[in-house]
């Protein structure tokens, strides 16, 4: 009789936890970036969190060709204490700005770990019809950690140091919790595997095979197209608290009202990500075609331009054109939203289980080249044209990353169609062997 594999929500709670606690990790000092810089009397201290976006992609693919190779758990045990001990060494010796750029790299490092591992583990926990709806939840942890690493950082902002003390508790609460988390087998939610009750996925990747992996074309268009899609999207975290303070924006007059604000507007993302994850999942079920996610992404992904376009040219401290400000930008959340889950999917859709911690890590890797050039881009364009042009043009970046998007379709449900004969070959000779 076949078995069914219900998805385990407390493990994939946990899951979705450590995405949370990469992104705070990662977003934490925003709010306190200029405090920061002159307490360590460094007018450049924004080249330290520069630097530790370049450390932490760099460790990204280092970690994802890990987690295909060894066992996940043990590897997850290796990461958590990596970035928990440095956050501690900066939460007690605030004062050095030595210790603090160590700290900040040696966070890095750790926290690299938890994009390959998530992607990795998360296509084993989700039911396979279910794809784009548990992957959305990896999208709402990473929309959540943004905010929560800015709401952080901001409310303790009289006491920056102690923000990273508490991101360090919760990372020992982490490594309690995963005591009592049991990772599951690869392959484990593949059709091709449903059938079998005990067997050991044996194939790991090893170096020679990385060019293999990226053979798919839609594995291609995808990583160009998150370079396209993060450019806007680094900008507007970077930047959107400091042009609702300004002059341009708002006039706010304190960092931790901007931040409520921001993460009010922004939250579209929440609900979108669920809301289109199901509705790929529907109609690729529906359609016995996987192409509608690539469909469904692409509209909306070009839609969201027009919305945060018309939201940036209306904003103003008036009560009604802030409301409408307001709402225009949350819609534009929402329907771009469309992108994450789905992209998600299909990643697991055309790769093997033991490519898609590298995969997954190449797929940070881009997305944090696009973040790192969107913060370049707007530091230079900021001072030369100001916030509201800069966030208008950027909105192109948008309907690049949509025409990706398109040229993607061609080629998922061939390939596919490869992956599961290729896993149901597999399964066949799993099942004799036993």
Known sequence: ??????????????????????????????????????????????????????????????????????????????????WILPAIMVFFIPNSLQIYILGRLGMAVGLSAFSPLAYSILADFAKYEDRGLIASGLNIAWVGSNAAGILIGGFFSSNWNFSFGVVALFGVLV???????????????????????????????????????????????????????????????????SFLSSSEGLGITTIGNASVIIVIIASGRALGYPFFGKMGDFYAKKRESSQIRAKIATIFMAGQAFFFFFAFMIVSSDSLLFLMFSILFWIGSFIGSASGPNRTSLLFDVSLPEHRGTLGALFSITDQLGIIIGIVLSTFSINLIGFRMTFSLCLGFYFIAAFVWALSISSINTEKKEIHNLLTLRAKEVSKAG
């Open 175 to 241: 490594l309690s919790w995963q005591l009592f988390i049991q990772i599951p087998k690869r392959a484990e939610q593949e059709p091709s595997f449903s059938s079998l009750e005990e067997y050991e996925y044996r194939w790991r990747i090893d170096l020679k095979q990385i060019p293999e992996a990226l053979k798919s074309r839609t594995i291609i268009w995808l990583l160009i197209q998150g370079i396209f899609a993060l450019i806007p999207g680094s900008i507007y975290t970077m930047w959107l608290i």
């Open 1 to 82: 009789m076949k078995r069914v594999r219900k998805t385990p929500f407390f493990p994939l709670f946990f899951l979705f936890f450590l995405i949370l606690l990469n992104g705070i990790g990662t977003t934490l000092p925003i709010p306190n970036l200029a405090q920061l810089a002159d307490q360590y009397d460094f007018p450049l201290l924004g080249l330290v969190e520069a630097l530790f976006v370049v450390i932490l992609t760099c460790f990204i693919f280092f970690w994802g060709y890990l987690v295909d190779k060894f066992d996940r758990k043990h590897l997850l045990w290796a990461a958590n204490v990596i």
